[in-house]
């Protein structure tokens, strides 16, 4: 397995609901990231994880909530998010023997209503 | 001053050309630089990764890093119509926390 995978692909949520997003990895790779990207701009940055630890948040609102329950997966948690959140929601990974680069899932696709 | 700065195009070219594609700098401590290849509506793909100075080679790509002049390019030769993407460069300095360029959007024309 060579790949990040990410689901769902779309997503359509309402302000007061509660969804998940899921990323998976079976590379070995011991850090993972998430991204938020807005049409035609650069990904900003959202979290890092490294070895299941918390090691960045960029000052992202308590809405957006990560979790790593191992080395192979991570989740945001999304409540109360606002139609401004409306974004393509990126996984990357790096392997710990090339942390410098990562790999990117092909996205979740966030509209909020 | 932004930490990377890419000329966002769009940029067309007909089928064959050589591209080139090019970010600045403004922190010396950058050493790690990527180029990633986004489709619309798809993920970043990792092309070319290179460290510290130099240039780098994988098929019709190659990326050039001049860290005196803070500047990296990336060349495709023999352009194609499935090139046609947003090219995105991305670079940092402790290899964890990474910095984007805006993305340069191109099409290659048949």
């Known amino acids: 397995d060579t790949e990040v995978t990410q689901t769902p692909k779309h997503l359509v949520m309402g302000m007061t609901n509660k969804k998940s997003l899921k990323c998976e990895q079976h590379?070995?790779?011991?850090?993972m990231y998430w991204y938020k990207q807005k049409a035609k701009k650069p990904p900003e940055l959202m979290f890092v994880?490294?070895?299941?630890?918390?090691?960045i948040n960029e000052s992202v609102p308590s809405r957006f909530s990560p979790e790593c329950p191992n080395s192979s997966l991570l989740n945001l948690h999304l409540h109360a998010l606002q139609p401004e959140d409306s974004a393509l929601y990126l996984c990357?990974?790096?392997?710990?023997?090339?942390?410098?680069?990562?790999?990117f899932g092909p996205g979740t696709r966030l509209l909020v209503l | 001053q932004k930490e990377v700065e890419q000329d966002p195009g769009p940029l067309s070219v007909p089928e064959g050309a050589i591209v080139s594609l090019n970010c600045t700098y403004s922190n010396s401590a950058f050493q790690y630089f990527m180029w990633y290849r986004q489709y619309s509506r798809k993920g970043p793909e990792l092309l070319m990764y290179?460290?510290?100075?130099g240039n780098k080679e994988d098929g019709r790509f190659t990326a050039q890093v001049d860290k005196s002049s803070k500047y990296i390019s990336l060349f495709i030769r023999d352009s194609q119509p499935s090139d046609s993407a947003t090219y995105l460069c991305a670079m940092s300095d402790d290899g964890n926390q990474f910095y984007f360029g805006t993305g340069t959007s191109l099409t290659v024309i048949p």
């Open positions: 590379m070995g790779h011991r850090a």
């Open positions: 994880y490294s070895y299941e630890k918390l090691s």
């Open positions: 290179t460290y510290s100075s």
């Open positions: 990357a990974s790096s392997p710990p023997w090339e942390q410098e680069t990562q790999y």
